[in-house]
């Protein structure tokens, strides 16, 4: 079933892309890849970079959807940002970490934002 789960994803960002624009965020970038790893939506709200990972579940029964953002992969997400301002003269413009949980009661989701969900993770090199 890995196509089920990739059309649910795709889905999933696409519904999260339509709410950060209906609060005011401008998407730069979908799917940012690096060595690292994926940012699924790079935008602006007002003059901050946002990196959002997006997160989704059919349901809360292994946990909430912001849950599954490990410490591991915040290290990654930090990684592909420095890249990616590195990459558009930002360097030392505001910029934050948002995630976007989508957790599905029958075919609607309901959609939350995490401002500031994690800090720029620390002790590595590019």
Do not use: W
């Not at 910029?95 to 994690?118: E, G, H, S």
């Amino acid at each position: 079933m890995p196509g089920k789960n990739l059309d649910f994803g795709k889905a999933a960002e696409i519904a999260a892309v339509k709410f950060l624009e209906a609060q005011g965020y401008k998407i730069l970038r979908c799917n940012y890849k690096t060595k690292f790893s994926e940012i699924d939506i790079i935008a602006k709200d007002k003059d901050v970079f946002c990196f959002v990972e997006v997160k989704a579940r059919h349901s809360d029964r292994f946990g909430q959807p912001s849950e599954a953002v490990s410490r591991n992969k915040q290290r990654q997400i930090s990684k592909s940002a420095i890249c990616y301002l590195k990459e558009t003269n930002a360097l030392g413009r505001p910029a934050r970490f948002d995630v976007v949980t989508l957790l599905y009661a029958r075919d609607l989701p309901v959609i939350d934002l995490i401002k500031n969900a994690f800090e720029l993770s620390s002790g590595f090199t590019l």
